[in-house]
């Protein structure tokens, strides 16, 4: 401190050595690395674009909730057009949520869209359907108490698929990384539980296999109100089911990519009926095999474990 500021009679102050500024605060005024590219942020325009895919599922079970309504025994192609739809209801799921992954624009508006849209599309509609075309068309004077019967438990089936759809979402929202019962080859993503557009798709294949025409027998009803329960369970199970996610579109070899697409695009245009119902069925099947062979393989594994003790 100047002599000159101090009083009479005082001494002056020591001076305080100033220490040294730490080095995040240097990092952080630094200037930005011209190497480094900022991260853009999609225009807002870009976020309606999955939207639009989510807004045509919606559409597309709203449509087969029309034709199911309309159809009867007279006229089975109202059943058909609905089955379709939700086979195309399917393909719109599997692209919006990809589409928003490849232009970064997720968004929680986004994801509770998607949920009310697969409700909508893969659960009353197919549930909806499912009743009218499997037994609703039952013939009226052959058995009347048998056919009410059946009625009454298929509404209640058909209920139960819907309730047990609407739990396998609302299960999928909420977990952290969910690991199935039955794990498989470690690396590989799985699904918990049959997903709901899978279950829409086994009941809407089915009918479509049939070109609409509904069930008129009492024994095939009963066989229908089986599938229709097994699905719904394999949907709130926990076992694991392939989730296709390590299928990259922008790999190498696109030639060979573009061909095998062409080719199944041909088999489902030309063999839809058969081809539909063996991708639905068989993803249904691959699913309970899975199971069965864990459990095959766990309980050899135990008797080979008490068999050395």
Known sequence: MPDDLVSPGTEPLPEVPLEPTPAFFVATTSAPDPAVKPVRKPRRGMYVLP????AGNIAAGYYAI??????????????????????????????DGRIARMTNTTSEFGKELD?????ITFGVAPSLLAYIWGFRMLPLLAYPMLRERILHVGVFVCFLFLICG???????????NPQPRN???????YFVGMPIPAGAGVLAAVVHFFR??????ARMSILWLGLIAGTGFLMVSSWRFWSGKEINLGASHPVRQLLI????????????????????????????????????SR?????????SA
Do not use: C
């Not at 029309?66 to 209801?89: C, E, H, K, M």
């Not at 794990?183 to 993503?189: C, N, S, Y």
């Not at 309980?299 to 068999?307: D, L, T, V």
């Open 212 to 217: 609409g025409s509904p069930i008129v027998d």
């Open 51 to 54: 939207s639009l895919f989510t």
């Open 166 to 176: 609407a739990s396998r979402l609302a299960r999928f929202n909420v977990s952290v």
């Open 299 to 307: 309980e050899r594994r135990r008797s080979a474990q008490g068999g």
């Open 183 to 189: 794990p498989g080859r470690p690396g590989r993503k």
């Open 261 to 296: 697409l062409a080719i199944v695009v041909a088999v489902l245009v030309m063999e839809s009926e058969w081809a539909l119902l063996i991708i639905a069925l068989g993803y249904l099947v691959s699913g309970v095999l899975a199971r069965l062979a864990y459990s095959w």
């Open 66 to 95: 029309t034709q199911s309504v309309q159809g009867s025994v007279a006229d089975p192609n109202y059943f058909d057009r609905a089955a379709l739809a939700i086979g195309f209801a399917v393909l719109f799921d599997g692209l």
């Open 115 to 119: 949920s009310l849209a697969d409700v």
